[in-house]
């Protein structure tokens, strides 16, 4: 059957911070202007914030230049951070507060806001659509157009209804083409069409390798008495060894809810370090137990996050196409944020497709969007915290968080040096032979529990018959290179139970369980033999998250 093709001026992929906010800066600029423009947003997610996961405390900056009114306008921003915590973990029971003074400066929230950034792009999106923007929620774009000269054209989104077997069911639709002169790429985190552009055009040939953390997150409801709205709790050091650069933290929202988790640096040497895992015995912490004692936990997510910081970054433009947000790696790893600078990017994009536009521009041409970043606040805060990943990673976390407030609260993110980590996260594992094992306590159904309970609260669904969105490119490896090397760290991992090795008759097997995939793409990062691709499944598949 032949696509259905839809023209647009700009075509967005991702409804996500980034993306909502570049076609909310279009179409202020068209009305501003007196002038028509287009504007389409593509999201494989069931609707708008059903694959959004984030912390989040968040810098209202952007937002106080999109839409200076938005507390007016009834954005979901209403939990001022009134107090900053810092524990470091001595032991399982062991625990010091941090002055603040020694905590380094981007690490402080005054002036933030803990919020649920699926909420806040639910909202975004009520103001693009407002604004006259068209949302396709349910479409995973899954293909790049091109013209004859090379540039991209527009996107396609996947066929819905196509059997395990690759025939098409009596359910089945072609996809759909959307053409555009310009095509913003804000598919968050490891993007997979992000990713086939980075490639295909080598924007990444000067840049050290993106880096990456894995954040797992979850919601409990608390008892009122011990709840403090607006209070913002981090903590470092256990369960994490001195190497693995990661921590805890616990954000007090309004209802009696709490947001908390830990995210994990993907650069882990550890075979046998279990991410889910770990967020389990960190729970059992007492700083931390005892705020969940009598509580519920009632949601459950996990999602890659970039932490390179500038050094990572590719180049933002190609013919007819631009990197936004997370898709580029534009995450502030020293603030532990990178929602602020989504959206700014996605601002900064609109401005400057639409001065192409403007000027009578018909598309696939380049446009002057990276000279506008470097222009723009996002490139010196960036340019401030170049040194924090890759400082972490060189000296670990002890020496390396000195290094940081040293930056950051004496030198003013001035430092005369710049440092690089030029080894990509797949490539950091040790032998498990040459790792020591890790014994992960069984979970007490109370505070800690299991992947599978976990999964069921991510609200994940997909379609059973339809082709695996994991690819192997060769199905051989994962038992016959990755078990006795690295005994297969994909069931380790994978924070949704995806993976599995499985003993039968024949010996192990490889075994794929993709209806729980949460859509993380940590198997994509961090598979040591770089086998498994992650692609969008059915549009509408993937986690449904309530308010992550």
Request: proline share 7%.
């Amino acid at each position: 059957m032949t696509r259905e093709s839809m023209e647009f001026d700009v075509a967005i992929v991702g409804a996500g911070p980034a993306g909502l906010a570049a076609a909310c800066r279009l179409m202020q600029l068209a009305a501003e202007s007196g002038r028509e423009c287009s504007v389409a947003v593509v999201e494989k997610g069931s609707e708008i914030g059903a694959h959004i996961l984030s912390g989040a405390v968040f810098e209202p900056r952007p937002l106080d230049e999109l839409f200076p009114d938005w507390a007016e306008r009834g954005a979901p921003v209403n939990v001022p951070v009134s107090n900053d915590i810092f524990h470091w973990m001595t032991s399982s029971k062991g625990a010091i507060k941090v002055p603040n003074l020694l905590v380094p400066k981007p690490m402080h929230n005054q002036g933030n806001y803990i919020v649920s950034l699926g909420q806040l792009c639910q909202w975004l999106g009520e103001q693009a659509e407002a604004l006259g923007c068209d949302i396709f929620p349910g479409f995973a774009a899954t293909e790049v157009l091109y013209d004859d000269a090379g540039a991209v054209c527009g996107i396609a989104t996947g066929d819905m209804g196509v059997a395990a077997n690759g025939d098409q069911k009596d359910s089945y639709q072609p996809g759909y083409e959307l053409h555009a002169k310009y095509v913003i790429f804000a598919e968050g985190c490891r993007g997979s069409l992000g990713k086939q552009l980075i490639e295909r055009f080598s924007l990444a040939a000067e840049s050290d390798p993106q880096h990456y953390g894995i954040g797992l997150k979850e919601i409990w409801t608390i008892d009122s008495a011990k709840h403090k709205p607006g209070t913002v709790v981090h903590t470092l050091g256990w369960p994490l060894d001195g190497r693995t650069d990661g921590g805890g933290f616990v954000y007090h929202a309004d209802d009696n809810q709490v947001y908390l988790g830990i995210v994990i640096s993907l650069g882990y040497a550890n075979p046998h370090l279990d991410p889910f895992e770990e967020l389990q015995r960190w729970k059992q912490h007492p700083r931390i137990r005892g705020l969940l004692e009598g509580g519920k936990r009632v949601s459950y997510g996990a999602r890659a996050l970039n932490k390179g910081g500038l050094p990572s970054l590719p180049k933002l433009a190609v013919p007819g196409g631009l990197l936004v947000g997370c898709e580029a790696g534009f995450l502030n790893a020293a603030k532990i944020k990178g929602s602020h600078t989504a959206m700014k990017t996605g601002m900064v994009a609109a401005e400057s497709i639409f001065a192409a536009l403007a000027a009578g521009g018909n598309g696939g041409a380049e446009l002057d969007f990276e000279a506008r970043i470097k222009a723009s606040w996002v490139h010196q805060e960036l340019y401030a915290a170049r040194n924090f990943s890759a400082g972490l990673k060189k000296f670990g976390v002890t020496l390396g968080g000195t290094l940081a407030f040293v930056e950051h609260n004496l030198l003013a993110g001035k430092a005369p040096w710049s440092l690089r980590n030029a080894t990509p996260d797949h490539a950091t594992l040790k032998p498990a032979s040459e790792a020591k094992p890790i014994d992960y306590p069984k979970p007490d159904g109370v505070i800690s529990f299991d992947r599978l309970s976990s999964v069921f609260l991510s609200s994940t669904n997909h379609e059973e018959d339809q082709p695996c969105h994991l690819k192997l490119a060769d199905d051989t490896v994962p038992v016959r290179d990755n078990l006795p090397r690295f005994a297969e760290p994909a069931q380790r991992y994978c924070p949704a139970g995806v993976y599995e090795i499985v003993e039968d008759n024949n010996g192990p097997r490889f075994q794929i369980n993709a209806q729980n995939c949460v859509h993380c793409k940590t198997c994509d990062i961090k598979d040591p033999a770089q086998n498994i691709t992650w692609v969008p499944p059915e549009g509408g598949g993937g986690p449904n998250y309530p308010g992550m």
